[in-house]
Every structure is written in structure tokens, then in C-alpha cells.
């Protein structure tokens, strides 16, 4: 056994692999689900555009171009990632397969890890492309601090993946997951900067929202751009990201659940 | 030949499972499966056999009593247990969007070892399926599925929870002969079912559960030895119960009568036959639909169904059934 470090190590990363490869073929052959990861982010940019031509944000020294790009990515983490997920967790259930996966070599959190990696791929993935697009098309410019815009998509992805598990462990069906998933999507696009800036709101709500799960994350992502966040603000929602994330982790090994009611 | 020095494959000692309602559907039972062994857990429906079989796959851990599985604990040593085991749940569990081959690749990453995944798709039948999505696999076709999953590692102990239903007959007899051959290359099996041909046919020894409790143990010969068999037949016309001779002296512990059809049971088999008989040949008659059978795993296990326990080491049944 002189090979411990690398029999520990790598059959884990075997196992989320062959897990995650399965749920992306699934991901692909669910229609609805990818249309919607595509087609919603992507159309944001357009949808919101009026309602923010109605602030005056440059007063509060954000573009409409940034403001458009972190309306487009939180979009992304609630309904690529979040609500998708969610969406998958209770239909595995439902399917027993997270029962049928328990009985294997594959540890709880490798399932739920394997389970969302497609989502957080995918999520990603448009979140750079939007990055991407905002900065030619909507002449956005390159950002600022680069490196808290990564560091809020990797907060937002990693706390809506947690948060998907979270919510599914108190949702039923497949079909009861379209009102349980609501609270989190109305309150994070109206309170977590999503639709409009947290910069918009008055000071006092403002400082309440800022402590919402995925308001960090957004903030995060839009400071990158501004560049408008001191460290101090920055370290700040990087703690209230991962307490949520904390949080959200330890609510989920307590209460998930693996099997349906009977 | 394994080191850990344990003769039991599994050992359940005192097993009491408790559900979050607070039914308790496991109510301590004390069995163990040397290595190498065929045990079927048999019993009506919520009699606990997938409650017991789901404590030791490590799913749930119990609310009282100690399981060993290989030497572990199935839940909280989880690492040691679940390279060595394969398990097949009472229903599927595979997304129904995939094929066959894409589950089984999928089962196979998550499997240290795994035999090829033709392999095993190709022991329990399903050569000609790897394209075929799992939900248009008949369900006969999902349980062989399961079964070839549940084969992937080589597992020591295979834990199957009603590996048959679903099958037609020759499906069944399939997976008899592969379980069997199974066993006799040194895999341990535990599994579950509600065939009792299956289990007469099947099992080494078994068990038979009713409301949480271990109503009969022992090898299907141990199990049925004391129990009854049953002599049946028409009463001829213009004759009564009564015409016979006295039951009892004919060894009959048992009768019922709905006035043409006569069932005896009785612990003395060819006594009761050839006195049945040898009145029938003085008296002239013929005894239309005569059934004679032995004592059976069937016959014990609705015994227990009807009556709950046997008293223990004595084969008559209970006395309240005789009045009914």
C-alpha cells in the first residue's frame, strides 16, 4: 500500500466523474431545462434594460452595461444552477437513484457533488460568455478588479448548488419544486441586486439586503467591473458568502433528504 | 479467502429499526448468514424484511441492536463495507433517461474493480439492450439491470431485495440458476422475497418474519418439519363428515368442511392417507379432486400468517385456528 495518497485521492475523483458524466447527458436530454439555462440569462440583458433605464445610475456610478451584466449573471445562478437544480435533486429522489447511489462506493457528498457539476459547469460557462459579450456589445469595457468578479461567481455558483440542495431537502415533487424554489428567485432579483442596484435602494434597506444569500455574490461580481468595493467591503461579502454557504452546508447534511416520503 | 477471521458473512443481534412516526418495524431479531450462504428473509408485506435488508445495505442505521457486515458496521463504516457489497433495491433507481450501457458506465466509475460492463450486462441478459433507454426497458428487463449493477464490483455479500418480481418464469429460473452459481463460486446472499418456491428452492436457510419478529428460522427442511400436511377431497354424494372415522384416531390435527370439499391436516401423513384411503376402497366410493401434499414451506409460512408464532419447538398449530 505504498500507494495510499493516490488510491485515497483518486477514486473519489473517479466516482464524481463517471457521476457527473451521466447527469450531463441527462442535462442534454432534458430540453426544457436546457432551454431555459439558455434562453433566460441570455434574454435578461433586454428584459431588464427598461427598468433600469428608468434609474439614474450613473449617479450611482454603475454603467448600464455593468448593471445589465450582473441582472444576466445572477440570473444565471438562479435559474441555471438554482432552480435546475432543485429541479434535478427531487426528480433523483423521486427516481431512487439517490437511494440506488447510496449503496455504492460514492459518498453522500460525492452525490450531491456529481449531481450539480453539469449545472455549475454550465452555469459558468454562460456566466464567461456574458462576461464576455456585456464587455463588447454593451461596451461595458473590461473590468476593473477581475478577480472579484471571479470570486463572486465562485461564491454565487458554489452557495445556489448548495442552497438547490437545501431547498430540496423541504421540497416533495418534482412539481412542488416550482413554489418552493420561488421565495429564493423573488428575493434575490428584487433584494440581491439582481434587477436593479442594491446602489438604488435606500441606505438603511440597502444595508439589509446586503446580507441576503446571494447578494454578496452579486455585489462581488458587479465590483469587479466598478471597481468601486474597498478591501475591507470586499472581505466582508466574501465572509457573508461563506457563512451562507456554511450554513446552507450544515442545514443540508442535517436535514436532506435521500428517498421520497412513503 | 478473506483474513478478516469472521465465519459469519453477517450477524444481526437484537436488530430493532424504528421509523420517524415511531412505528417500529423491526422489533429485534437475532439471525446470522455464514459465508458462502444463500438466506432468504421471507414474510407478508410490512412484515420488515426490506426495513431489516435496507439496516444492513447501510442505509439507515438501527435503532437498536448490532449488525455486522464482513466485520463492520454497514453505516458507520461505510468505507470498509461498500467495496465488498453489491445491492439491488426492491425498486430500480437508474434515471430513465439513460441506457442501459450509460448506467452501467456510470455504475462502473463508481465501482473500485469493476468487471467489464458487457460482462455483467451479458450474465443476466441484456446483450442486445445497451442502447435502449431504462424507460423502455420492460420491468423484468430494469430488475436484471439492477442485478447486473449490483454484480459489477464482485462483491463478497449481495444483498438482493426481491430480485424477481417483475420476471415471467423463465426469467425467474435465470436468476435462480445465477445466484446459485453465485453462491457456489463463494458469494454470500441474502435476499428478500415473497416466492416461496423461491426460497424452498433457493435458500440455504431463511427466515420467515411477521410484524418485525423472526417467526421461523432455520433451513427450509428445519422450517416445515412440524407442520402439517394436507389431505383434501370431495365428499361423495349422500355421505358426511361424520361417515369417516373418527378423525382423530387417523392422526388429523385439523379439518375444515364447507360440506362437500373435506381438508384434513394432520402430522402423520401416510397414516391418515391409507385410513382415508382404505375407508374409501370398503365403502365403495370414489374421492373426486383427492389432494394429498406434503408439509411445505407455504404451509408454514401461512401458518404464520394467519396465527402469528408457532408455539416454539412443537409443529401443532395454534388452537384458536382449529375453531375457526
Not at chain 1, 476593473?144 to 448548495?162: E, I, K, N
Request: proline share 5%.
Amino acid at each position: 500500500m505504498n500507494t495510499l495518497t493516490t488510491t485515497v485521492r483518486t477514486p473519489a475523483v473517479r466516482r464524481l466523474r463517471a457521476l457527473a458524466r451521466a447527469e450531463l447527458t441527462l442535462l442534454g436530454r432534458n430540453r426544457g431545462v436546457v432551454l431555459t439555462a439558455l434562453m433566460v440569462p441570455l434574454s435578461v440583458p433586454f428584459s431588464v434594460r427598461p427598468a433600469l433605464d428608468g434609474l439614474d445610475l450613473e449617479k450611482h456610478g454603475v454603467s448600464v452595461g455593468a448593471a445589465m451584466l450582473t441582472a444576466a449573471i445572477g440570473f444565471s445562478f438562479l435559474f441555471a444552477v438554482y432552480t435546475a437544480l432543485v429541479n434535478t435533486y427531487v426528480a433523483r429522489r423521486e427516481e431512487l437513484v439517490l437511494k440506488r447511489l447510496r449503496t455504492g462506493e460514492i459518498s453522500d457528498t460525492g452525490i450531491l457533488t456529481g449531481t450539480a457539476l453539469p449545472a455549475l459547469t454550465l452555469g459558468l460557462a454562460q456566466a464567461l460568455v456574458l462576461c464576455a459579450g456585456c464587455a463588447v456589445l454593451l461596451h461595458a469595457g473590461a473590468p476593473r478588479a477581475p478577480y472579484l468578479t471571479l470570486l463572486g461567481l465562485l461564491a454565487g455558483l458554489v452557495l445556489s448548488a448548495a442552497l438547490a440542495a437545501l431547498t430540496a431537502s423541504f421540497t416533495p415533487t418534482v412539481e412542488s419544486g416550482q413554489v418552493t424554489a420561488l421565495p429564493l428567485v423573488l428575493v434575490s432579483m428584487t433584494g440581491s441586486g439582481i434587477m436593479f442596484p442594491t446602489e438604488a435602494m435606500p441606505e438603511r434597506l440597502a444595508s439589509v439586503c446586503e446580507l441576503l444569500p446571494l447578494s454578496p455574490a452579486v455585489r462581488l461580481v458587479r465590483a469587479g467591473w466598478t471597481g468601486q468595493l474597498s478591501a475591507y467591503e470586499a472581505l466582508g461579502a466574501a465572509a457573508t458568502a461563506l457563512a451562507w454557504t456554511v450554513v446552507a452546508v450544515f442545514a443540508v447534511r442535517r436535514w436532506f433528504r435521500w428517498e421520497p416520503r412513503r | 479467502m478473506n483474513t478478516d477471521g469472521h465465519e459469519h458473512a453477517i450477524e444481526v443481534t437484537g436488530l430493532r429499526r424504528v421509523y420517524g412516526g415511531g412505528f417500529e418495524a423491526v422489533r429485534g431479531i437475532t439471525f446470522s448468514v455464514a459465508r458462502g450462504e444463500i438466506f432468504a428473509l421471507l414474510g407478508t408485506n410490512g412484515a420488515g424484511k426490506t426495513s431489516t435488508v435496507e439496516v444492513l445495505e447501510g442505509l439507515a442505521a438501527p435503532a437498536g441492536g448490532r449488525i455486522r457486515v464482513l466485520g463492520h458496521d454497514p453505516f458507520h463504516e461505510r468505507d470498509a463495507v461498500r467495496p465488498r457489497t453489491g445491492v439491488m433495491l426492491q425498486e430500480g433507481g437508474f434515471p430513465a433517461e439513460l441506457t442501459v450501457a450509460e448506467t452501467a458506465r456510470m455504475w462502473a466509475g463508481c465501482t473500485t474493480g469493476a468487471r467489464p460492463e458487457h460482462e455483467v450486462l451479458e450474465l443476466v441478459g441484456l446483450t442486445g439492450k445497451h442502447g435502449v433507454r431504462v424507460k423502455q426497458l420492460s420491468g423484468g428487463e430494469r430488475r436484471r439491470l439492477d442485478l447486473a449493477l449490483a454484480l459489477l464490483g464482485d462483491p463478497e455479500v449481495l444483498f438482493l431485495d426481491e430480485p424477481t418480481s417483475g420476471l415471467d418464469a423463465e426469467g425467474r429460473r435465470d436468476t435462480w440458476t445465477l445466484v446459485r452459481r453465485l453462491r457456489d463460486a463463494g458469494t454470500t446472499v441474502l435476499l428478500t422475497t415473497h416466492y416461496l418456491e423461491e426460497a424452498e428452492g433457493l435458500a440455504d436457510r431463511l427466515a420467515i418474519l411477521h410484524e418485525g419478529r423472526i417467526a421461523a428460522y432455520g433451513t427450509p427442511a428445519e422450517v416445515t418439519a412440524g407442520r402439517p400436511s394436507r389431505i383434501s377431497f370431495e365428499l361423495p354424494d349422500g355421505y358426511f363428515l361424520g361417515d369417516l372415522p373418527p378423525l382423530a384416531a387417523l392422526g388429523v390435527c385439523g379439518h375444515e368442511n364447507d360440506g362437500k370439499v373435506v381438508r384434513l391436516r394432520t402430522l402423520e401423513l401416510q397414516r391418515t392417507a391409507t385410513a382415508v384411503l382404505v375407508w374409501a376402497e370398503r365403502a365403495g366410493v370414489e374421492l373426486r379432486g383427492l389432494d394429498v401434499r406434503p408439509a411445505s414451506l407455504e404451509e408454514a409460512f401461512l401458518g404464520i400468517a394467519r396465527t402469528g408464532f408457532p408455539p416454539p419447538g412443537r409443529g401443532r398449530e395454534q388452537g384458536g385456528e382449529e375453531a375457526a
